[in-house]
């Protein structure tokens, strides 16, 4: 799907971050990034029906823009180095929950997914699931297919957070602010015959975390009176 010449567009793209650079090269762009990206989205879009039929593989959503959004960011370079795509759960949509995701750079090749930084409605919903699940998610995250992709990741604080007692025996777990699960590879990996293979056993590995982690906001999307989700979050995984 990838191939040598995508890397090879990347670490270009890389060395001449320009909007004019790009455009230039945009069919090059097309053929050796955008296309092969959008056939690993069809294929996933026929496996995620057998480990997780409640995630969107979609052309429409799920591909990363190529232009950055440099608002309220100190690198105003125009253009992402990378190319990736997300994979929302249905209901809670997109940028919000847990999800899956996958980006092909010109030093790496990302692959995992989880909750990046949810915000605080977010946090405690799933914060409090795991008390009141703990057995269930440690089972999970102990899980050998878990830990071999790499085992629960993410920020963490240096206490446990407010509202649960010191000696709670989730502690470890609810000092998370992130929950993720996560590898990461030489960008050879994008252009070798395993790619594939890889990114879907890596997906099926932490699919029973990641609907785990969306199980609270799936409830409380559905408990809600106005049909509306009480939480909200806009941040991207890179």
């Given at each position: 799907?990838?191939?040598?010449?995508?890397?090879?567009?990347?670490?270009?793209?890389?060395?001449?971050?320009?909007?004019?650079w790009f455009h230039a090269?945009?069919?090059?762009?097309?053929?050796?990034?955008?296309?092969?990206?959008?056939?690993?989205?069809?294929?996933?879009?026929?496996?995620?029906?057998?480990f997780a039929p409640e995630?969107?593989?979609?052309?429409?959503?799920?591909?990363?823009?190529?232009?950055?959004?440099?608002?309220?960011?100190?690198?105003?370079?125009?253009?992402?180095?990378?190319?990736?795509?997300?994979?929302?759960?249905?209901?809670?949509?997109?940028?919000?929950?847990?999800?899956?995701?996958?980006?092909?750079?010109?030093?790496?090749?990302?692959?995992?997914?989880?909750?990046?930084?949810?915000?605080?409605?977010?946090?405690?919903?799933?914060?409090?699931?795991?008390?009141?699940?703990?057995?269930?998610?440690?089972?999970?995250?102990?899980?050998?297919?878990?830990?071999?992709?790499?085992?629960?990741?993410?920020?963490?604080?240096?206490?446990?957070?407010?509202?649960?007692?010191?000696?709670?025996?989730?502690?470890?777990?609810?000092?998370?602010?992130?929950?993720?699960?996560?590898?990461?590879?030489?960008?050879?990996?994008?252009?070798?015959?395993?790619?594939?293979?890889?990114?879907?056993?890596?997906?099926?590995?932490?699919?029973?975390?990641?609907?785990?982690?969306?199980?609270?906001?799936?409830?409380?999307?559905?408990?809600?009176?106005?049909?509306?989700?009480?939480?909200?979050?806009?941040?991207?995984?890179?």
């Amino acid at each position: 799907m990838f191939t040598t010449k995508t890397l090879s567009f990347l670490r270009s793209l890389k060395r001449n971050n320009q909007r004019e650079w790009f455009h230039a090269r945009k069919d090059q762009y097309e053929q050796h990034c955008r296309q092969p990206l959008l056939s690993v989205i069809e294929r996933l879009a026929d496996d995620f029906a057998a480990f997780a039929p409640e995630h969107i593989a979609d052309a429409r959503v799920s591909p990363l823009r190529p232009y950055r959004d440099t608002r309220f960011s100190e690198d105003k370079t125009p253009l992402k180095t990378h190319v990736g795509a997300t994979f929302p759960h249905r209901l809670l949509g997109r940028m919000n929950g847990a999800w899956f995701y996958f980006e092909v750079a010109p030093g790496w090749v990302w692959i995992g997914g989880g909750m990046w930084r949810p915000d605080t409605a977010q946090l405690q919903l799933v914060r409090e699931h795991i008390a009141r699940n703990l057995d269930e998610f440690e089972a999970i995250v102990s899980a050998p297919a878990f830990r071999k992709v790499g085992g629960l990741q993410g920020d963490r604080l240096t206490r446990i957070p407010r509202g649960f007692a010191k000696g709670h025996p989730a502690a470890d777990y609810l000092q998370h602010r992130q929950f993720m699960a996560f590898r990461e590879d030489a960008p050879t990996l994008a252009t070798s015959k395993q790619f594939y293979a890889q990114l879907r056993s890596t997906f099926e590995a932490i699919a029973p975390f990641v609907a785990f982690l969306n199980e609270p906001l799936i409830e409380s999307y559905s408990s809600s009176p106005s049909g509306t989700r009480d939480f909200h979050s806009a941040t991207t995984f890179r």
